[in-house]
């Protein structure tokens, strides 16, 4: 049973940084590509951040890049999610996914299996 569990989410005020956590149990954590999605109220689900199985590629969405930044600890089975800079408009609940065995970046929804509870980001302008 795949499990990913997210943390780190709360009220931040704008220009604050927040770091999310989704911690991977299950499977082979440090084989398979991750990624970071986010879903506002009546809004569809939208890729945000990706990174291989390896950790050496990395991709973002154009609204959060230079802002945001993706990383991974295998050791610990768990990826990150780095925000700085935060506006308003991140305000969202924030899904890690798991994805492609030895895969790469995707920023499709579709390339990837599991998913985790979400956590809300709310930013305060």
């Known amino acids: 049973q795949v499990q990913l569990v997210e943390s780190g989410g709360g009220l931040v005020q704008a220009g604050d940084s927040l770091r999310l956590s989704c911690a991977a149990s299950?499977?082979?954590?440090?084989?398979?590509?991750m990624g970071w999605f986010r879903q506002a109220p009546g809004k569809e689900r939208e890729f945000v951040a990706a990174?291989?199985?390896?950790?050496?590629?990395?991709d973002y969405a154009h609204s959060v890049k230079g802002r945001f930044t993706i990383f991974r600890d295998n050791a610990k089975n768990t990826v990150y999610l780095q925000m700085n800079s935060l506006i308003r408009e991140d305000s969202s609940v924030y899904y890690c996914?798991?994805?492609?065995?030895?895969?790469?970046?995707?920023?499709?929804?579709?390339?990837?299996?599991?998913w985790g509870q979400g956590t809300q980001v709310t930013v305060s302008s």
């Open positions: 299950g499977r082979t954590f440090g084989s398979y590509s």
């Open positions: 990174i291989s199985w390896s950790g050496d590629s990395t």
């Open positions: 996914a798991s994805g492609i065995l030895f895969g790469g970046t995707y920023i499709s929804p579709r390339m990837y299996d599991y």
